[in-house]
Each structure stands twice: as structure tokens, then as C-alpha cells.
């Protein structure tokens, strides 16, 4: 029997999505950090996410041999998400390290994270990204969403330490749309943020689509947050309270003897009377729904095809 091999410090967890050459670069740079400069045990576990590139499956397989090096292909594409909830379920560590797989996080920031261990989750941060235009209207959208919803005090970024109990928390939590960064917050509070250099694709233009995004997005306000619920319950409650103020209105009007044009008043006040009480109803209904489909659905996160170099669970 083969004895268990033995829990590394920290695992590193790469989500792949149909990417070239800047797999094995990431690799040898990630070893490097940690041979050379943190001097600790570690694993990498990279997450095939369903690509559909013939090379990216050749530059996992060859890494695959490497010590220290677990590939994981998943049955198709389940959205980065899932991708990096895969690698934790898998990772051994005291300490897991997400990061991308296109070197726009550089490895060598590694050490800045970890010199916050005291914390439960630290992530890179950084002040102007290389991206387009519509990547970083879109980015500061979704930040304003983690700091309103999520209650993010900091902006996030792929790059991030998170602790092992954190983790395991996260992974207690049964959800077939995972969002990690709504994840962590339902474990902890304890969240800092180190600045750090954001550098161009290695693949050039992004892979994360405007639909990827939308996706991740809808995963945040819809999948991990009853926020639209409650946006939906407080507009039909305010347009149920003017359409009351309006009844008053015109019942007013016509106690005072003003004359108003016959049935147009009664109309709009029925209607936005009805309206408004369908829009509480549906979002207060809204609310326990989220609760039931969190609780009752079963469809997987993720599935896996095949892991190649895996050690012996312990």
C-alpha cells in the first residue's frame, strides 16, 4: 500500500480555460516562488475547465509528470467558478492559493500575500488593470456589487490566500452556481488586501467574454444574494404606497368639489395599486424560493473526467 504523501503547506489552484505556452511558464515561476524565496511545501493543482484546444490538453498531460503538479479535466465547461471549486475540494493544504491561468497575476507576488497570514483571506489588489475599456467599466461595476451586496471592503482580484478553515467552510456550503467570492464572506469578515502590479493576457485578447461576465454577474445578484428580491419587494410596496397616496388624492379632490376627467383616476390607481402588491408578492414569494433551491437542488458544480498526477490522498 502506498504510504499517503505528505500535506503540503500551501496549494495553488489554476483554473485553465484553452490556454498555450503560459501554462508551463506559470509552472516553473510558481516553483521557483516556492523553492526559492517562501521555502515551503506546496502543490499545484491545475483545473481544466473543459478546453477545447488539443495543446492546452498536451502542455496538462506533460505537466502532469512533474512532482508536485495534479491535473484535474473536468467533463466540459462549468465556468471558472466551479473550476476553482474543484481545485479546493482537491487541495491538501494548510493554505490554498487561487490564481489565473494567464499570468496577468504575477507568481512572484505570492510572498506580498503571504506576509498577511494572520488574516482568513487576503487578496491581490490592484490600482489600474490591463484591460480594455469596457473590462474596467465592467470590472468597477462589479466591484461596487461585491462592496454593496457582498459588503467587500476591498476591490478583488484572482490572485487571493485563503485558510484552510475558511475553505472548508466554503465547502460545506451546498450550491450548484457557485460564486467565490459570496463564499468567502459567508465564512468570514476577516479580508485584507495587498496592492500589486496587474500585467497584460499571455493570451492576448481576454477569454472572459462579455457574456462569461454577465453570467458570473447574474451569479452574484440572482444565485448568491437575495438583493433583486429585495429591490423588487421594496419597489412594489413604494409603487402600492403612491398609488394609496393617489386614492387620497383624488378622493380629496373630490370632497373639495375640484372636478377630475371621469374614470381615468379610478383606472390608474387600480393599476398601479395591483401592480405594486404583485411586485411585493412575487419578491416576498422570491425570497423563500431562493431558500427552498438552495437547500433542495442537487445539480453539480462540477464534474470530473480524470485527475493525472494526483498523490495519494491521505
Known sequence: MTAPAAKPRYSVIVPVYNTGKALAELVSRLQNVFTKTVKASFEIILVDDGSTHDETREHLRSLAKQKGVMVITLTRNFGKPGAVLCGLQQARGDWMITIDDDLQQSPE????????????????????????????????????????????????????????????????????????????????????????????????????SFARRWTQ???????????????????????????????LAVITRKLLGIPTQAGWSSLMVTILLLGGLNLAAVGITGQYFIRILDITSKKPAYVVRERLGAPPKG
Open 109 to 208: 507576488d505570492i510572498p506580498l500575500l503571504i506576509t498577511q497570514e494572520g488574516h482568513d483571506m487576503v487578496t491581490a489588489t490592484h490600482a489600474r488593470k490591463k484591460h480594455s475599456l469596457m473590462q474596467r467599466f465592467t470590472s468597477r461595476i462589479k466591484a461596487w456589487f461585491d462592496y454593496v451586496v457582498l459588503g467587500y471592503q476591498v476591490r478583488l482580484s484572482p490572485l487571493k490566500l485563503i485558510r484552510r478553515h475558511v475553505v472548508d467552510g466554503m465547502l460545506a456550503i451546498k450550491t450548484n452556481r457557485p460564486f467565490i467570492p459570496a463564499l468567502i464572506r459567508q465564512v468570514t469578515n476577516d479580508i485584507v488586501a495587498v496592492p500589486t502590479a496587474h500585467h497584460s493576457s499571455t493570451e492576448g485578447r481576454s477569454r472572459y
Open 217 to 247: 454577474f447574474s451569479d452574484l445578484l440572482v444565485g448568491n444574494s437575495s438583493f433583486l428580491m429585495q429591490v423588487f419587494t421594496r419597489l412594489g410596496f413604494l409603487v402600492a404606497g403612491l398609488s394609496f397616496a393617489l386614492a
